[in-house]
């Protein structure tokens, strides 16, 4: 199936005690990028995520952000910072027999102490905070891969359309270019004979100029690989794998042959429909360039 290589899509899921967002969005690019925005302290989940979605998509500039929060268990451990508390609880004890003061503290005291307590932030557990978040990350994917599917068959429906478009003019341009060799003997025999009026004119050489003609404005070649490349791009739009790339090849090839048959067209009306030929490859390889 064609996909398009934009596409956006955003999962917000409570999983395993976290709060967990994850959103991603993706444009053209010729190759697969990848940036993340995560919490600082869960910076190893970039390069997991990355992975992740490497497997998954081959063209596109993807951006993705992770959010996460604790809501069910703390994810900071509070401890005592007992050196110091002694260090206090001993100094207080020396005042008391020193100066004869009464010693009434009170742990509502000792906490008002600076740096008495400690606060540090509990181990993080690798495996199970990314299971978590590849949850979340597979539903946002699986929005993301549908929009992108959406816009590519619409694409899909769009580059169709135009390829018939070159078809119709191709077979115009075959039917044509031999009535334009007809045309030619005809407008030479009759200037040849105005020109030498009674005199005789040979044969032989008017079916020698009309062969020279014909042979300099021939087509075939370039309209019947024209017809394989149109074959060839209607495969390709039926394809389950990435094909973005190669469309974009084929697409060079159109031109090449559309601008050969330019070259050689001497009638205005192929002239014309080579003009309606160009237009067409130039629309389809915009459109490629938004295809994976």
């Known amino acids: 199936m064609i996909k398009s290589m934009t596409g956006y899509g955003r999962s917000v899921q409570l999983v395993d005690g976290m709060n967990i967002t994850v959103e991603i969005k993706s444009v053209n690019h010729r190759y697969f990028e990848f940036t993340s925005r995560v919490p600082r302290s869960y910076?190893?989940?970039?390069?997991?995520?990355k992975s992740y979605f490497m497997g998954k998509l081959t063209r596109g500039k993807m951006e993705c952000y992770v959010s996460l929060e604790t809501v069910e268990e703390p994810d900071t451990i509070v401890s005592l910072n007992h050196p110091l508390i002694k260090g206090y609880l001993a100094a207080y004890e020396e005042l008391e027999k020193t100066y004869g003061l009464e010693n009434n503290i009170k742990a509502s005291d000792i906490s008002r102490i600076p740096d008495v307590f400690t606060l540090r932030k509990e181990t993080a557990d690798e495996d199970r905070i990314w299971a978590a978040v590849e949850v979340v990350a597979a539903e946002a994917l699986a929005g993301f891969v549908a929009m992108r599917e959406k816009e590519g068959e619409r694409l899909k429906e769009?580059?169709?359309?135009?390829?018939?478009i070159i078809l119709d003019n191709v077979a115009f341009i075959e039917e044509r270019s031999p009535e334009t060799v007809k045309e030619y003997n005809e407008k030479l025999v009759a200037r040849l004979h105005e020109l030498l009026e009674d005199a005789h004119v040979d044969e032989q050489r008017l079916l020698t100029e009309a062969a020279i003609f014909a042979d300099k404005i021939a087509v075939a070649e370039e309209t019947v690989r024209l017809r394989s490349h149109i074959s060839q791009m209607k495969t390709f739009l039926e394809a389950d794998e990435a094909i973005g790339k190669k469309m974009d090849f084929l697409?060079?090839?159109?031109?090449?042959?559309?601008?050969?048959?330019?070259?050689?067209?001497?009638?205005?009306?192929?002239?014309?429909?080579?003009?309606?030929?160009?237009?067409?490859?130039?629309k389809i390889r915009e459109q490629i360039q938004n295809i994976e």
Not at 43 to 49: D, I, N, Q, R, S
Not at 158 to 164: F, G, K, P, W, Y
Not at 253 to 274: H, L, Y
């Open 251 to 282: 697409i060079q090839e159109f031109n090449r042959e559309a601008n050969t048959i330019g070259s050689k067209a001497s009638d205005v009306e192929i002239a014309r429909r080579v003009v309606s030929v160009k237009a067409e490859i130039e």
């Open 158 to 164: 769009d580059v169709a359309s135009r390829l018939e």
């Open 43 to 49: 910076g190893f989940l970039e390069e997991k995520l």
